[in-house]
Nanobody, 115 residues
Framework: HVQLVESGGNLVQAGGSLRLSCAAS????????MGWYRQAPGKLRELVGT???????NYAASVKGRFTISRDNAKNTAYLQMNSLKPEDTAVYYC?????????WGQGTQVTVSS
């Protein structure tokens, strides 16, 4: 079983930055992919970006160039650095870990960007 705990969500002004963390614990299988998703009120959950164990990243068009995903495999932790934040980035941000055909989710952390 895998557990994911996100942290770092906060209220920030437009143009500001935040860094989210996602710590994974439990039975972590090598070769996993970690990802960040977000869900705004009244909207479906959407992909923000993913990172493979060897560091290959993929981003949604809406965040490309502003957000950066990284990971520390020794700590089983993924990070989401968010710069130039916009009010439309306001959402609950979720961490996910994909391994052996299963997806595990964290509980989410709230990011609110004020205009």
């Amino acid at each position: 079983h895998v557990q994911l705990v996100e942290s770092g969500g906060n209220l920030v002004q437009a143009g500001g930055s935040l860094r989210l963390s996602c710590a994974a614990s439990g039975t972590i299988i090598a070769g996993n992919t970690m990802g960040w998703y977000r869900q705004a009120p009244g909207k479906l959950r959407e992909l923000v970006g993913t990172i493979t164990r060897d560091g290959r990243t993929n981003y949604a068009a809406s965040v490309k160039g502003r957000f950066t995903i990284s990971r520390d495999n020794a700590k089983n932790t993924a990070y989401l650095q968010m710069n130039s934040l916009k009010p439309e980035d306001t959402a609950v941000y979720y961490c996910a870990l994909d391994t052996l055909g299963l997806r595990y989710w964290g509980q989410g952390t709230q990011v609110t960007v004020s205009s």
